[in-house]
């Protein structure tokens, strides 16, 4: 199975990231192809709400750095989020990445067609300073439906807080090493 995960942290060993290496590590070691983007090393932009993909039923017309990310999300059979929490929320680049699927759905005389195979599993990582992993899930779970709404299904959400070990054996590092085994 091709895995795709998206690395929404712009430091490559900060907390998100370095759980979400350790999902994809034992997605690897179950056999899975992984795929990965870094997303501050993606140039694209938001969505601009042109209607290009509805009226053609296509994936997003913008010719940014998000286009071979649609050959792989349709190709996948799981996706990997991971993002720190800024403000009280998601990073703000990773939600204008979850803006840009709104091409993966069309609505024509009341019918809803989805462009993307239903069943996708969806794993989410989060980090926050807050050392309660409830403070912000609202938030998490939030942006994580807009995934969810195109059919996608939530495995888990793991949350690292401030002040938690991120060794090898740690209690979440463990869990997220199990996690990418069974996708």
Not at 21 to 42: F, L, N, P, S, W
Not at 98 to 110: A, E, Q, S, V
Request: glycine letters at 10%; aromatic letters at 10%; charged letters at 25%.
């Amino acid at each position: 199975m091709k895995v795709v995960a998206v690395l929404g942290s712009p430091h490559p060993d900060g907390p998100s990231s370095t759980i979400a290496k350790e999902v994809i590590r034992g997605a690897k070691d179950a056999g899975h192809e992984v795929v990965i983007y870094q997303i501050d090393d993606i140039d694209f932009k938001g969505c601009r709400g042109c209607g290009y993909c509805k009226q053609h039923d296509a994936d997003c017309i913008l010719d940014d750095g998000l286009k071979p990310y649609w050959k792989d999300l349709h190709e996948c059979g799981a996706l990997i989020v991971s993002a720190p929490n800024y403000a009280s929320n998601v990073r703000g680049d990773m939600i204008t990445y979850m803006n840009r699927h709104y091409c993966l759905f069309t609505i024509k005389d009341g019918n809803f067609t989805l462009r993307i195979h239903p069943g996708i599993k969806l794993v989410g990582i989060f980090s926050q300073g807050n050392s309660d992993p409830e403070a912000y899930m609202d938030n998490y779970k939030w942006f994580l439906g807009d995934f969810q709404n195109r059919a996608m299904e939530l495995q888990d959400i793991l949350v690292h807080t401030g002040g938690m070990p991120l060794d090898p054996d740690s209690e979440i590092m463990t869990k997220a090493y199990k996690l990418g085994k069974e996708l």
